[in-house]
């Protein structure tokens, strides 16, 4: 940058100046916003790095279309519920699309979460130094499940019902806690109006905290860590070759070294290539 | 890994920042693309195949298909496998051990494999998993997905009833019992045990009573019928493979 300055600055320019140094200065928003966009990132990085920032954009999806879903629904079992499904599906502006979008949204949140773990574990980005950041990321997909199973029960419709009904059955099944854990799922021993308002909460506050949570620990450690270089990018497979070639080359001079080998032309392509460098 | 590893793996990574590129605008404009994608496709599919509203819960009625979205198929399905609950596929196995086992390996994966190899191909324990997991998660997502969702209509073939057990045929069909278990062919083939040779256990209607009341997990209470139904029932259940084949 090389505009000159000449003249008075136009007012509203420095009033602005003025409020961001303001706020930097107590805030260091300027630092570190360029901290985390002007960082550094291999330059391989891949298309398949996208995927946890796409889970992120539909979670964050997931929120805002959940928020208008709980502006029209009511947790009530004695048909407030269902009616209300029922009213934002039928009768309010855009709301069939708003909860087609939630119900997708889930879908396919689930599919891009298992994607990206899947990438993260084929390139083995979890190694050293990225551990933790493995482990933010596996309690991310468990709490994506969780949040599929609370959501499910919702629709309080007799396939949600049951279903759910089932699945608390499962937990409730196990040695020693699982009773416990059933009775704080059902809010009580049978299925009733409690279960419901509480499977709500859970689904609405308890996990989406618990998600934002994890994201915000997850996002500091990539920022702080880098992302992950793809493990055969052009500058890896570089370096590799370069590795092989001084490998071959010591094993001939050994072999050269060794009596009664052969002696090899000093042309030989590789040594050449190492003279080069 | 070694210190060693640890440290030429820092070297090797700070080399590739240095001659990296700016998070911005390099990386978020590849973010942006994909996820602007998966948004609108999101959108897509919810003009294109709308949400439906349901048949309104009524907890009296057990006549349901227990189905769970299709990303909870999978284990499902390993209910379906652990069904027989006898002592090699005892039920827990697809309730708890498999589930817990699978959550633990995968939170403390890096700890496991700390090697400073990265490329899949040099680590064949790491991609045999990939293809293991990946593939069964798949085929039971199949199956789940293809599963007959039909409860069985009309009689089992049964003979032999007499007039108690042919009430409690019809309670058996009108609740549903046949979209988790089996009597002689007919009805899902899990999660619940086949049924054909119930009888053969020599419970009473009392014992039978009992448990449809508190059975074992999976498997929902069916306390809400009413008494005459739940001894019609269990005459029907306790007589299967015995008196009624």
Same mark, same amino acid.
């Given at each position: 940058m090389t505009t000159k300055d000449i003249g008075p600055k136009n007012p509203v320019q420095k009033g602005t100046e003025a409020t961001i140094d303001y706020v930097d200065e107590r805030s260091g928003v300027k630092t570190g916003t360029r901290w985390f966009l002007f960082r550094n990132i291999p330059a391989g990085t891949s298309w398949f790095q996208t995927?946890?920032? *796409?889970?992120?954009?539909?979670?964050?999806? &997931?929120?805002?279309? /959940? $928020? $208008?879903?709980?502006m029209y629904y009511v947790p009530d079992t004695k048909g407030g519920a269902y009616q209300s499904i029922e009213y934002i599906t039928n009768e309010v502006t855009w709301g069939w699309l708003v909860?087609?979008?939630?119900?997708? /949204?889930?879908?396919?949140? $689930?599919?891009?979460?298992?994607?990206?773990?899947a990438r993260v574990f084929i390139w083995g980005a979890y190694k050293y130094p990225r551990e933790l950041t493995w482990i933010t990321g596996s309690f991310l997909?468990?709490? *994506?499940?969780?949040?599929?199973?609370?959501?499910?029960?919702?629709?309080?419709? &007799?396939?949600?019902y049951w279903a759910t009904v089932v699945a608390v059955n499962i937990f409730a099944s196990a040695p020693i806690v699982g009773p416990y854990i059933g009775d704080i799922l059902r809010a009580g021993p049978e299925f009733g109006p409690? *279960?419901?308002?509480?499977?709500?909460?859970?689904?609405?506050?308890?996990?989406?905290?618990?998600?934002?949570?994890f994201i915000g620990l997850h996002l500091y450690f990539i920022v702080r860590l880098g992302i992950s270089e793809p493990p055969w990018s052009k500058r890896r497979l570089r370096i590799e070759r370069d590795e092989e070639d001084a490998r071959r080359a010591a094993a001939r001079e050994k072999a050269k070294a060794l009596p009664g080998s052969v002696n090899y032309p000093?042309?030989?392509?590789?040594?050449?290539?190492?003279?080069?460098r | 890994m070694k210190p060693a590893d640890k440290k030429a793996y820092d070297k090797d990574y700070a080399q590739a920042k240095k001659t990296g590129k700016p998070f911005f605008p390099y990386a978020i404009y590849k973010d942006t693309v994909i996820a602007g994608l998966t948004v609108i496709a999101i959108i897509v599919l919810a003009i294109t195949i709308r949400v439906e509203v349901g048949e309104p819960v009524n907890p009296a009625t057990t006549d349901f298909i227990p189905r769970p979205e299709w990303y909870f198929y999978f284990a499902f399905e390993l209910l379906k496998i652990f069904a027989n609950q006898n002592v090699l596929t005892p039920v827990i196995m697809a309730t708890f051990m498999v589930p817990n086992i699978l959550i633990i390996l995968l939170v403390v994966w890096p700890?496991?494999?700390?090697?400073?190899?990265?490329?899949i191909w040099k680590r064949p324990f790491a991609l045999g998993l990939t293809v293991i997991v990946t593939g069964m998660l798949c085929y039971l997502t199949w199956l789940g997905a293809n599963s007959p969702a039909g409860v069985a209509k009309g009689a089992l073939?049964?003979?032999?009833l007499d007039e108690q057990a042919t009430k409690g045929m019809a309670v058996y069909m009108a609740n549903g019992c046949g979209s988790c278990h089996m009597v002689a062919g007919v009805g899902a083939p899990g999660p619940g045990p086949d049924l054909t040779n119930e009888g053969a256990k020599g419970w009473d209607n009392a014992k039978m009573i009992a448990w449809l009341k508190a059975p074992k997990a999976p498997m929902p209470s069916y306390a809400s019928l009413p008494p005459q139904e739940l001894e019609d029932l269990s005459t029907f259940l306790n007589g299967l493979g015995t008196k009624y084949k």
């Open positions: 995927l946890g920032f *796409t889970a992120m954009v539909v979670f964050g999806m &997931q929120a805002i279309t /959940g $928020i $208008i879903l709980a909860r087609g979008m939630h119900k997708w /949204g889930a879908s396919v949140m $689930i599919i891009v979460v298992f994607l990206h773990m997909l468990l709490l *994506t499940m969780f949040m599929g199973l609370t959501g499910y029960l919702l629709v309080w419709d &007799q396939k949600a409690a *279960t419901l308002s509480r499977f709500y909460s859970i689904h609405m506050l308890v996990i989406p905290g618990a998600i934002a949570t000093a042309s030989w392509p590789v040594e050449a290539k190492e003279g080069a | 700890f496991i494999d700390r090697g400073p190899e990265r490329r073939p049964v003979s032999g």
